[in-house]
C-alpha cells in the first residue's frame, strides 16, 4: 500500500515531520436494525460504528489510534497495509462495502532519528524535484520513509 507523505487531513494539519499516512482498506456493513459498522481487516480486532457512513468511517480512525497505542504499549508489532484485492475472496467480508480510511501512522514508529545517507548526486536531485513538485513529500526525509515503506510493506 503506498503511503501519502505530508498529505493533508481535512482537519488541516499534516502528519508530524510530514512522514506517513496510509490508506487502511475499510469493510462498511449494516444490518437492517444497527448503526453502521466497519472492519479494519488488516488490523485484527479493529472495528468502529457510527450512526453515518461518515461517522463510522470518522470513528475508525479513532479505534485505530487505540489499536496501535495498545500494540506499541505491548510491544507487538505493527500491521502490514495490504491491498482491498487480498481481502475479496474473505465469506467474512462477502455483504460489506469496500472504503479506504487515511490514518497517519508516524507516532507509532517511535521518535524521528537523524542519520546520514550517501546517494548518488544524480538520483539525489532527482528526489529533491519530486519534493518540490509533488506537495505529498514536505522533504528528502518524507520521501525516503515513503519510499522505504513502500519497500517494506511488499
Known amino acids: ?23 487502511f482498506p475499510v469493510v462498511l456493513h449494516k444490518d437492517a436494525d444497527s448503526d453502521y ?3 479494519v481487516p488488516d488490523v485484527p480486532g479493529c472495528f468502529s460504528a457510527g450512526s453515518t457512513v461518515s461517522q463510522a468511517f470518522e470513528n475508525v480512525k479513532e479505534a485505530l489510534s487505540l489499536h496501535y497505542e495498545g500494540l ?3 510491544g ?18 462477502a455483504d460489506g462495502i469496500w472504503g479506504v480510511v487515511d ?6 514508529f517511535g521518535k524521528s ?37 513502500r519497500e517494506l510493506s511488499t
Do not use: C
Not at 120 to 147: H, K, M, N, W
Open 1 to 23: 500500500m503506498m503511503p501519502h507523505i505530508g498529505y493533508e487531513r481535512p482537519e488541516g494539519a499534516t502528519s508530524q515531520e510530514g512522514l506517513t499516512e496510509m490508506k
Open 37 to 39: 459498522g466497519v472492519i
Open 72 to 74: 506499541v504499549a505491548d
Open 76 to 93: 507487538e508489532p505493527l500491521p502490514q497495509v495490504r491491498e482491498i484485492d487480498v481481502h475479496l475472496d474473505n465469506p467474512d467480508y
Open 103 to 108: 490514518f497517519d501512522i508516524t507516532p507509532y
Open 113 to 149: 532519528v537523524r542519520f546520514n545517507a550517501s546517494l548518488p548526486e544524480q538520483l539525489l536531485e532527482r528526489i529533491d524535484q519530486t519534493v518540490r513538485r509533488d506537495q505529498r513529500y514536505s522533504s528528502r526525509s518524507g520521501f525516503l520513509a515513503a519510499a522505504a515503506l
